[in-house]
């Protein structure tokens, strides 16, 4: 894309994904810092297809090999803040 529109690319095979996006609503969420031990990463299946606490590379590599690209997170209540509120 960015060849494409002329840019110059530099170091391109050191890029990174980060596997925590939103893609079709163009956002990036911020549970990168909940901690493996609190969070499951599971496919549209339910079922947990990756280490959580694993490489990044690995990470996303597992989240493209899954049907659609798509994961879900499961977090333990006590993963978030929610000043209070009742969770389900």
């Known amino acids: 894309m960015g060849k494409e529109?002329?840019?110059?690319?530099v170091d391109m095979g050191l890029m990174q994904f980060?596997?925590?996006g939103i893609p079709k609503k163009g956002q990036i969420t911020?549970?990168?810092?909940?901690?493996?031990?609190k969070t499951l990463f599971?496919?549209?299946e339910g079922?947990?297809?990756?280490?959580?606490?694993?490489?990044r590379d690995v990470i996303c590599k597992a989240?493209?090999?899954?049907?659609?690209?798509e994961m879900w997170l499961i977090h333990s209540s006590d993963a978030l803040d929610f000043?209070?509120?009742k969770t389900i």
């Open 5 to 9: 529109a002329g840019a110059d690319l």
């Open 18 to 20: 980060l596997y925590l």
């Open 30 to 37: 911020g549970l990168v810092d909940l901690g493996a031990e």
């Open 42 to 44: 599971v496919n549209k």
């Open 47 to 55: 079922k947990r297809f990756v280490r959580e606490d694993g490489r």
């Open 63 to 69: 989240i493209f090999d899954q049907k659609d690209g």
């Open 83 to 85: 000043d209070n509120e």
